[in-house]
């Protein structure tokens, strides 16, 4: 039994607070299929966060089972579905690769074989067998709504709200998922609330929930509701709400609740409607049930289907819950999934490969006209006075435009590498985030979600920053430690990429992650001085923040023992700051970046 005992919701606003629901009371069986209808805005989506546990309520409380939700705990994974209107499947994975790596994140203790079973059976459940192998991004809308309902029985919850899933398709497709949402109610006693602003298929419904501005306004069979409203036909029930304000039409559905709802079967017990309905008048107990009237009443076993189907079951007793997988188990599922994604899509292939291959490329194009005056740089100090005197002069005579040539071309290799950064990981966490705010719903580990795109992201940088360093130590012979330079430009990579990772949870779009994670890479080189020396004030505010002047600076200090490093140091106004404390900088910033990311990824950011 699902019970709404005086729901509600307030937010603030002015001159006083704005009523988004308003003690919403409601009873609803087991294996009931219910309707929840009313104009746009009237809180039906609303609602079924409430139940769900997404939002929480101002006043009231949700008792599933006899159970308080809001002092006793939410409901757990498995005994919930939820089908919330934004697409909650990978568009590049099949409709079966979707189904089985739901089943991987939210069932402990399936191996492969039972796996598949399990997903051949929910997707025969919702008519999907035919099409297991099509990838999502070709299903017309009513094969979407039939595959999020699939996600949502991988673990065959009691209570299943489903969330406009009917908006928007054809009458043969509105009619064929009616009609399986009515199945998947009858299977098992499964409550299933449905929102909907149709109001076509009412009759299929076992009741039927008005809202009208927040206000409960009827709920009852909807072979009560022409008469209750005095309408025609269901069709004219929007314009009819409209003639009274929404507290007029509670008012009366307090007051004239009761004969509807023993139409159900419902409310008979004074006890049970001084719970639903407090202010009401109490009235005295009906007579003590005997063992003669006791096998007529229809509440004893059954609840009465108002559609005159065959009554149903009460609930029989619960099998044992369904565990959610661990942290390693869901980190594997994501990872694996991760890359199957990875390899699905051409162009972030494609891209990724041109900026791993081109990007060093473009570090050389601009060193070829200075080639030359790098390499007649003398790396050691002969030990001949007088050739050690010609080397200087030579040095001296090179040094400035050297000096610049090596220090622009150090931070080009930078500033590259966080440009690939940018790229690697601004669209990461943003880009699927709805998807991330549902697979939390159903029992997802953050802390395993964050790491396998960490792990993810580590693969990409270290390919980055490997070519990077081989290529342009190849081709414009710098010398120095290769190992310790590869160090320095993989963890200005991975500063980067978990800075910009970390932007992408927090962002409200992966458009708006993308452009704040470019201007953060804008204001590297300015920020950096390696170009233009910043006041010594601001140059120390900044530096810690700022992974391109450690880089620089770190890949620099390899150079020390040559005359690369003097030519560096000759004509640059900034300090170079030791190569160790850069590698601590920067590994500092990849660990607080992964840390803020994790909290961004374990903050809501559902939809509003």
Known sequence: MLELKDLSLLVPGKPSEIVLLGDIAAKIPPGQFVAVVGPSGCGKSTLLKLIAGICEPTFGHVFWKGRDLESEGDLAPHEIGYV?????????????????????????????????????????QVGLEAIADRPVRVLSGGQRRRLA?????????????????????????????????????????????????????????????VLHAGHLAYHGSPKFLTHYFQIDEPADLYPQLALRTPEEWHRSWRKHHKAFLEGMG???????????????????????????????????????????????????????????????????????????????????????????????????????????????LSLQHTGDIVGTVMENTAFFAQSSRAGSLVSGLVM????????????????????????????????????????????????????QSLWMTVFVKMICGFPGDPLFQFGILALVNAAMTAVCLAISSFARTAEQASLISIYLVGFQLPLSGAVLA?????????????????????????????????????????????????????ASQVLIGLFLAAAGCRNSRWPE
Not at 425 to 440: D, N, P, S
Not at 571 to 578: A, W
């Open 149 to 209: 309902l699939a996600l949502e029985m991988t673990t065959s919850p009691d209570l299943l709200l489903c969330d406009e899933v009917t908006s928007g398709l054809d009458p043969k497709a509105e009619d064929e998922l009616v009609t399986l949402l009515r199945t998947l109610a009858k299977e098992n006693c499964r409550t299933v609330l449905s929102v909907t602003h149709s109001l076509t298929h009412l009759a299929a419904y076992d009741s039927v929930i």
């Open 84 to 124: 919330p209107q934004f697409s909650i499947a990978y568009e590049l994975l099949t409709v079966e690769e979707n189904v089985d790596a739901t089943l991987r994140l939210r069932v402990k203790g399936l191996n492969r074989r039972t796996r598949a079973e399990r997903t051949a059976a929910i997707l025969k």
């Open 266 to 376: 419902l409310g008979d017990s004074p006890q049970e409607q001084r719970d639903l309905f407090p202010d009401q008048p109490k009235k005295s107990a009906k007579p003590e049930k005997t063992a003669k009237n006791a096998k007529e009443d229809p509440e004893e076993k059954f609840f009465p289907d108002p559609d005159g189907h065959d009554p149903i079951p009460d609930p029989t007793p619960e099998p044992a819950p369904i565990s959610t997988p661990g942290f390693t188990s869901q980190f594997a599922t994501l990872l694996s999934r991760r890359w199957r994604l990875f390899f699905r899509d051409p162009s972030a292939l494609w891209l990724q490969l041109a900026l791993i291959l081109g990007f060093p490329c473009l570090v050389v194009i601009f060193a070829m006209d200075g080639l030359p005056q790098i390499q007649n």
């Open 534 to 586: 910043l006041p010594a004030v601001i140059g120390w505010v900044t530096r810690p923040f700022i992974a391109a002047y450690w880089g620089w600076s770190g890949y620099l200090q390899t150079l020390i023992d040559t005359r690369f490093y003097d030519a560096v140091v000759k004509i640059s106004q900034t300090t170079l700051s030791p190569g160790v404390l850069c590698l601590w900088v920067l």
């Open 412 to 463: 080009f290799q930078v500033i590259l590498l966080t440009l690939m950064a940018s790229n690697n990981a601004a669209r990461e966490v943003a880009g699927e985030r709805l998807i991330l705010e549902k697979e939390k719903f159903g029992g997802l580990n953050a802390g395993a979600y964050v790491a396998s795109k960490a792990m993810f992201l580590l693969t990409l940088v270290l390919a």
